[in-house]
């Protein structure tokens, strides 16, 4: 079964420049999740598709950040403009229906260097 | 916050020995997650254990749930180099709409 793919593996840009994030989830998985992760800390949810809906965007920044999910399937996440807090590494998870507590599935991340 | 929080921060151990690392929470939870993840990659499911449950097995690990104190532990037994790695404890929350909260994890180094 093929994991979740993410692409690429590192950016580096420099400040109000913008980026974006490439997702593939595990096929069939109905759930997508995108975190960030900065260094030293754990992951944090920016936003949560069921299917080609959102279901929690609450700690998304909103005015720089945007995502979407074409089809139920693939997603993007982008970045515009770019601050030096963005540094971090962006996570990419999966999950199968959604269910509440349900188990994930992560890709390797995508690691944004901001200078 | 809401989320788990893993103690201790940092373990360093040698190669067969046992390591045992925490999680403290706050509220109710739904069930709680372990996650390892590897220098430089994502992270991997271990194990998920329910609020009505006190103990699971997989492999050489074993959590343990205690809901009257609010803490689970992670032990691994006989660790090899290959365990060293962060290992995160993620909660489920009925306050939160049961979505996983991920603490800022315990660093495990398994010196040769």
């Known amino acids: 079964e093929a994991g979740v793919a993410q692409s690429p593996r590192y950016k580096i840009i420099e400040k109000r420049q913008s980026v974006a994030f490439w997702c593939n989830p595990i096929s069939g998985h109905a759930t997508l999740y995108w975190y960030q992760q900065i260094l030293g800390q754990g992951p944090k949810l920016l936003i949560q598709f069921q299917n080609n809906g959102v279901v929690d965007d609450s700690q998304l920044p909103k005015d720089r950040f945007s995502a979407e999910r074409l089809k139920g399937v693939d997603s993007t996440l982008k970045i515009q403009p770019a601050k030096l807090e963005d540094s971090a590494v962006y996570l990419c998870?999966?999950?199968?229906?959604?269910?509440?507590?349900?188990?994930?599935?992560f890709g390797s991340g995508t690691q944004l260097s901001v200078l | 916050s809401q989320q788990g929080e893993e103690d201790p921060q940092a373990l360093s151990i040698q190669e067969g020995e046992n390591a045992t690392m925490n999680c403290s929470y706050k509220?109710?939870?739904?069930?709680l997650q372990w996650y390892r993840q590897n220098s430089g990659r994502g992270l991997v499911h271990l194990i998920l254990?329910?609020?009505?449950?006190r103990e699971k097995h997989s492999g050489r690990l074993r959590v343990t749930l205690d809901t009257s104190k609010k803490s689970s532990s992670l032990l691994i037994t006989a660790s090899r180099a290959a365990d060293t790695a962060s290992y995160f404890c993620?909660?489920?929350?009925?306050?939160?709409?049961?979505?996983?909260?991920f603490g800022a994890g315990t660093t495990v180094t398994v010196r040769a």
């Open positions: 993620a909660t489920a929350f009925s306050s939160n709409d049961y979505k996983l909260s």
């Open positions: 998870a999966s999950s199968l229906v959604g269910q509440p507590g349900e188990k994930l599935f």
């Open positions: 509220t109710s939870i739904n069930n």
């Open positions: 254990i329910r609020s009505n449950e």
